[in-house]
């Protein structure tokens, strides 16, 4: 079963940097395309940053600018680097991999906790 095991988040004021770390067992993130999710309370999973195998990025307007997505193919490990930070940005952080049907995984980690707020 395919596993993610996300870290790095916590309370960070306005304007404040995190950097998310997801860690993949049986999956190789450097052959799928990966993604990074979000769901703050009362809302919807949404998609925030996506890489493909071939390294092209993509991202919502709502962070186009602020986030960046990478990985480190020799420890399986996807990143999500998150300058700018705003109110908004709360929510529980997640990673997966990436395709049209995301909507659909039932493989889900725990998440890690981003709090926005002075």
């Known amino acids: 079963q395919v596993q993610f095991v996300e870290s790095g988040g916590g309370l960070v004021q306005p304007g404040g940097s995190l950097r998310l770390s997801c860690a993949a067992s049986?999956?190789?993130?450097?052959?799928?395309?990966m993604g990074w999710y979000r769901q703050a309370p009362g809302k919807q999973r949404e998609l925030v940053a996506f890489?493909?195998?071939?390294?092209?990025?993509n991202y919502p307007e709502s962070v186009k600018g602020r986030f960046t997505i990478s990985r480190d193919n020799a420890k399986n490990t996807a990143y999500l680097q998150m300058n700018s930070l705003k109110a908004e940005d709360t929510a529980v952080y997640y990673c997966?991999?990436?395709?049209?049907?995301?909507?659909?995984?039932?493989?889900w980690g725990q998440g890690t906790q981003v709090v926005v707020s002075s």
């Open positions: 997966n991999r990436y395709s049209s049907g995301w909507r659909t995984y039932v493989d």
């Open positions: 049986r999956i190789g993130v450097s052959i799928y395309a």
């Open positions: 890489i493909t195998s071939a390294g092209y990025t």
